[in-house]
């Protein structure tokens, strides 16, 4: 066995197992270092949007209140036309009804009145006039 050799060779391997933990060092100091600026970008990123997210957010919540508002009123709204409509028809119905109803009295009416002599009737009144106009001077002498 030649133990030179062997020493030699163990020297390289060792030389070799020293340069590749360097290698591995360095590389091992690049990543830490990357993963170091990652961290701050995240952390810088975070701080810059999160606040920007909580605004938009609380600005959501009250748009969206406002809509729950809106859309209460507007139900409210529907109710009361709904309610309005069903009285319109109601009153349209007993107006139907109060016509119906009375259009034999109206009729009744207007065939009385048709009948009414108004000739007859405003020669009676010319009349009266005639006979209450000599009292009216008559009794205008005592006053």
């Known amino acids: 066995m030649d133990y030179g050799n062997q020493i030699t060779d163990r020297d390289e391997l060792l030389e070799k197992l020293v340069k590749n933990s360097s290698k591995q060092l360095f590389y091992t100091r690049v990543t830490s270092l990357a993963a170091l600026v990652l961290c701050a970008a995240v952390t810088v990123c975070l701080s810059v949007v999160v606040p920007k997210v909580m605004t938009t957010v609380e600005s959501a919540n009250e748009i969206l209140t406002q809509v729950s508002e809106t859309i209460t009123l507007a139900d409210t709204t529907l109710e009361s036309v709904t309610a309005m409509s069903t009285s319109i028809s109601d009153m349209g119905t007993t107006m139907d009804t109060f016509i119906t109803d009375n259009a034999e009295t109206v009729e009744e009416i207007m065939t009385k009145l048709e009948e009414i002599d108004f000739e007859g009737l405003n020669d009676a009144i010319e009349d009266l ?13 005592f006053s």
Do not use: I
Not at 129 to 141: I, S, T
């Open 129 to 141: 006039g005639d006979v209450v106009e000599p009292l009216a001077n008559f009794f205008g002498k």
